[in-house]
């Protein structure tokens, strides 16, 4: 039985954090975006902000120093990066079908995680090995893909306080690692 193979602590952090994301709805945060690059010993600077509305819309806009936008309207997403800036003509890279695309697994990030019943459980440990904990102000929820993926690990941390996210994390299967 899949659900055997979670942990009683990572049930509990898993439910604690779908409870959060149901009770977010839409919301909106200013973010800074670091990404470490193993190869290079060095890393970059962004920062944006996000729109989410529930269940499944997005704009995840980085405003400096790189311009870019990706937009989700549940079903679709477009990559957008402004090259020259935002009053330029600007790349465009379409998701027509997201839901069959290797990015849709990543995007619970955003959208969150719904894993309040033995089948929903069921259809997040097809994707990923989960494991959460608890600390005395955190809770974090590892996922480790179990498809091959450019991604080998997504960290989602919570303060104990907050609904919305604090941070996340995610590293590739390089090593370098993009924090939010």
């Given at each position: 039985n899949k659900l055997e193979e979670i942990q009683p602590e990572t049930r509990i952090v898993l439910r604690?954090?779908?409870?959060r994301y149901k009770k977010l709805g839409r919301w909106e945060a200013h973010f800074k975006q670091e990404t470490f690059s193993i190869g290079?010993?060095?890393g970059t600077y962004n920062e944006g902000r996000l729109i989410f509305v529930g269940p499944n819309r997005f704009r995840y806009t980085i405003v400096q120093p790189e311009n870019s936008d990706f937009i989700c309207d549940g079903k679709k997403a477009w990559y957008i990066n402004y090259?020259?800036?935002r009053n330029k003509a600007a790349h465009v890279r379409a998701f027509a079908q997201l839901a069959e695309?290797?990015?849709d697994r990543y995007?619970?990030?955003?959208?969150?995680i719904?894993?309040?019943s033995p089948a929903k459980e069921k259809k997040l440990l097809k994707d990923f090995a989960v494991s959460g904990k608890s600390t005395g102000s955190e809770i974090t929820l590892e996922l480790?893909?179990?498809q091959s993926s450019d991604v080998s690990k997504v960290e989602l941390v919570f303060r104990n306080d907050d609904?919305?996210?604090y941070r996340a994390r995610i590293t590739d299967v390089i090593g370098n690692t993009t924090t939010i």
């Open positions: 604690s954090i779908s409870e290079l010993g060095k090259r020259e800036g695309s290797d990015i995007l619970i990030l955003l959208r969150g719904d894993a309040n480790k893909p179990k609904v919305a996210p």
